[in-house]
C-alpha cells in the first residue's frame, strides 16, 4: 500500500539554524499538508498546499516558515531560524483531493525536531 | 470556528472491558469524521472514518456512528486488548485540513 513518507525520522538542531524536513506525498496526490504536535498536545495543521502554491495556512505558520515542492516527488517545510517552541513532531500528509466527502489524508510517520 | 472536543484522559481498562471514547465536533455543514490512532513513538494512522450523516466506520473491533443529532462521533469497542494502549484522536475535515480534538491516551491493563 502507497504510504507517506519522512526524513529525517529525528533532527536535533541549535537555535537559529535553518532546518529542512521533507515528505514525500503519494505518488498519485495533489495536496500536500504540514501539522506539527508539540510534546503531548494536540495535532495542529500548520499549512496546507496544491499546484504549487498555499491555499490555506495557520497562525503558527509565520514568516519563519516555507514550503516548497522541489521536484515531482519532495514535498519540504523550512523553519528559517529555529525557536525553542520549534521543537515538536512534524507531519506531513497528502491527499488525492480537498473537500470531497470521500478524501482522505494520509499521514507519515513524522519528524521530531529538537531545538537546543 | 470548527472544533473538536474529546474527553479528558488517560482512560485505564483492563484486558476484555468495553470502550467508550466520546468525541463531540462544532462545525459549518456536516464535516467527514476521523479517528485516528497514535501508538508510542510512531505517526497517526487512519482508523476509522465516517463521510455523512448515520455513516458507521469500523476497522479492527472498533466502531463509530456520524450522529447529526448529537453531533457526536464517539468510539467504541467491545473488547480491548493490551496491543490497543494508543492515543486516539477525533477530527473532522474542513475544506483544506484536518481539525484534531486533543487526544485520548487509552492504556489496558493485562
Known amino acids: 500500500e502507497p504510504e507517506v513518507t519522512q526524513t529525517p525520522s529525528h533532527q536535533v538542531t541549535q537555535m537559529g539554524q535553518e532546518v529542512i524536513l521533507r515528505c514525500v506525498p503519494i505518488s498519485n496526490h495533489l495536496y500536500f499538508y504540514w501539522y506539527r504536535q508539540i510534546l503531548g498536545q494536540k495535532v495542529e495543521f500548520l499549512v496546507s498546499?496544491?499546484?504549487?502554491?498555499?491555499?490555506?495556512k495557520s497562525e503558527i505558520f509565520d514568516d519563519q516558515f516555507s514550503v516548497e515542492r522541489p521536484d515531482g516527488s519532495n514535498f519540504t517545510l523550512k523553519i528559517r531560524s529555529t525557536k525553542l517552541e520549534d521543537s515538536a513532531m512534524y507531519f506531513c500528509?497528502?491527499?488525492?483531493?480537498?473537500?470531497?466527502?470521500?478524501?482522505?489524508?494520509?499521514f507519515g510517520p513524522g519528524t521530531r525536531l529538537t531545538v537546543l | 470556528g470548527d472544533s473538536v472536543t474529546q474527553m479528558e484522559g488517560p482512560v485505564t481498562l483492563s484486558e476484555e472491558a468495553f470502550l467508550t471514547i466520546n468525541c463531540t465536533y462544532t462545525a459549518t455543514g456536516y464535516p467527514s469524521l476521523f479517528w485516528y490512532v497514535q501508538y508510542p513513538g510512531e505517526g497517526l494512522q487512519l482508523l476509522l472514518k465516517a463521510t455523512k450523516a448515520d455513516d458507521k466506520g469500523s476497522n479492527k473491533g472498533f466502531e463509530a456512528t456520524y450522529r447529526k443529532e448529537t453531533t457526536s462521533f464517539h468510539l467504541e469497542k467491545g473488547s480491548v486488548q493490551v496491543s490497543d494502549s494508543a492515543v486516539y484522536f477525533c477530527?473532522?475535515?474542513?475544506?483544506?485540513?484536518?481539525?484534531f480534538g486533543t487526544g485520548t491516551r487509552l492504556k489496558v491493563l493485562a
Open positions: 498546499f496544491y499546484n504549487n502554491e498555499i491555499s490555506e
Open positions: 477530527a473532522l475535515r474542513g475544506t483544506y485540513k484536518y481539525i
Open positions: 500528509a497528502s491527499s488525492a483531493n480537498a473537500g470531497g466527502r470521500t478524501d482522505t489524508q494520509y
